[in-house]
């Protein structure tokens, strides 16, 4: 069965600090990975996706960056935070075949002060 | 351009009462619809997925949902709730095209005894 886990679970950090937020995926090879961020109470917003190993492909710009360093791991970072990336980021995995069913991790909360 | 509608922001219901909870879809080709679930502090969970076929489809938990073409629809519905469906519901739409999906603002269901 596949698995994913997002890492860290919760975060707070202050304004103009750095981040990374990781998400592993276990049991299947070549997946599609998502980015999603949820503004509290809110609807989810797709922030990126990759089909493939080292290739991201950005959908809305939030002044964050995405990398895909290997085929079960998706990396959400910036060198800056703002007030304004405060939610809930969700990452999500498919079969390689777009429209599939997107499968979550549950979520890092992150919180800037 | 596709967007999805939920027109419902909250739905209070009864326990034991039926459920209908709407969607409404805006997309020119084939839409690939998706029904998730979210309980609080939670990533989502898939409840249901169109892809063609018999426009009512079975998802989790005695959920099911009807696809209508010629409306632009694909409402949830479920016969009997529970307390335990108290939730947000999201309708997601997914297509062939890209690797891009567009959630709905989410409804949020609330069940009374």
């Known amino acids: 069965a596949q698995t994913i886990h997002q890492w860290p679970v919760a975060e707070i950090k202050a304004v103009g600090s750095p981040l990374s937020l990781g998400c592993t995926i276990k049991g299947k090879s070549s997946p599609n990975l998502y980015w999603y961020w949820q503004a509290t109470g809110g609807t989810l917003q797709q922030l990126f996706y990759?089909?493939?190993?080292?290739?991201v492909e950005s959908v809305v710009q939030l002044n964050l960056s995405a990398s895909r360093p290997k085929d079960d791991q998706f990396i959400l970072s910036t060198e800056k935070l703002l007030l304004s990336h405060s939610g809930f980021y969700l990452c999500a995995w498919s079969r390689d075949i777009s429209a599939e069913t997107l499968y979550f991790g549950s979520g890092t909360r992150l919180t800037v002060l | 351009a596709q967007s999805v509608t939920q027109p419902d922001a909250r739905v209070t219901v009864s326990e034991g009462a039926s459920l209908q909870l709407r969607c409404k879809y805006s997309?020119?080709?084939?839409?690939?619809l998706f029904w998730y679930v979210q309980y609080p502090r939670q990533g989502l969970q898939l409840l249901l997925k169109y892809y063609s076929g018999d426009p009512v489809v079975q998802g989790v938990n005695g959920f099911e949902a009807e696809f209508s073409k010629s409306n632009s629809s694909f409402h949830l519905r479920k016969a009997s709730v529970h307390w335990s469906d108290s939730a947000v519901y999201f309708c997601?739409?997914?297509?062939?095209?890209?690797?891009?999906?567009?959630f709905g603002a989410g409804t949020r269901l609330k069940v009374i005894a």
């Open positions: 990759s089909i493939t190993v080292g290739q």
């Open positions: 997601v739409l997914g297509n062939t095209g890209n690797y891009k999906y567009v």
């Open positions: 997309y020119s080709g084939t839409p690939y």
